[in-house]
């Protein structure tokens, strides 16, 4: 463990603690009390891109590989061997767990869930309190031996609120809507809402609500 207190960096906290592993691309900010490359794997290499913004109260486990200008909220947990990309902030009170795979400029509101195996490709968003699950057999005691995670397409938008059962495909431009339980597939482009979750239109059928002169999802 090394203080940060220890390195000349500019924009790291002398009240936080990295990691002897641990390399921070230029222009990052390390604010008071996170942790970052001191819990599970710490033999292993922890790299975040340039201008990366860590807030307070942070945790973020050794073995992450991050993109450029990643940011988190306050009170942040982020475990071990995720691939994040360019771009990508995870809001406040939020938990990532390990070997999840984030593309470039993922969205992420406040206390949200992300188990271990979920995909998020590029521009996905989720709202806050989003819910992702993993385990099909909860019950089972050989529960980790079939963990299936979620992956959410490209440029999909998850509303608050909203639950996603094991191994679902949210399609590329999908919009699920606030407090749905998404219990399958939803078809790319495809508009859902309710429990369970069923489409009821398409976003090329979406209209700007105040009349301006783009569609709200167009690419």
Not at 2 to 23: E, H, K, M, N, W
Not at 28 to 55: K, M
Not at 62 to 67: L, S
Not at 187 to 202: D, F, L, M, S, W
Request: glycine residues 12%.
């Amino acid at each position: 463990m090394t203080a940060v207190a220890a390195r000349t960096a500019d924009g790291i906290s002398p009240l936080a603690l990295l990691g002897d592993g641990v390399r921070l691309g230029a222009g990052g900010v390390v604010e008071d009390f996170c942790s970052v490359g001191r819990h599970g794997p710490t033999d292993a290499a922890t790299v975040i891109g340039a201008g990366a913004t860590i807030r307070s109260h942070t945790v973020l486990y050794a073995g992450n590989t991050i993109g450029e200008r990643f940011a988190t909220g306050h009170h942040v947990l982020i475990r071990e061997h995720n691939r994040i990309g360019d771009d990508v902030s995870v809001g406040s009170l939020s938990v990532v767990e390990h070997d999840v795979a984030m593309g470039d400029r993922v969205r992420i509101h406040s206390h949200c869930f992300i188990p271990e195996f979920s995909v998020l490709e590029d521009d996905a968003w989720l709202g806050p309190r989003v819910t992702v699950t993993n385990a099909p057999f909860p019950r089972c005691p050989d529960v980790s031996r079939c963990m299936a995670g979620v992956r959410i397409g490209q440029a999909a938008r998850i509303g608050a609120n909203v639950t996603i059962l094991p191994g679902v495909h949210i399609g590329a431009r999908a919009l699920v809507g606030a407090g749905a339980v998404v219990t399958k597939d939803v078809a790319p482009g495809a508009v859902v809402i309710g429990t369970p979750a069923r489409q009821v239109k398409t976003i090329d059928e979406l209209a700007c609500p105040v009349g301006l002169d783009h569609r709200p999802y167009e690419e």
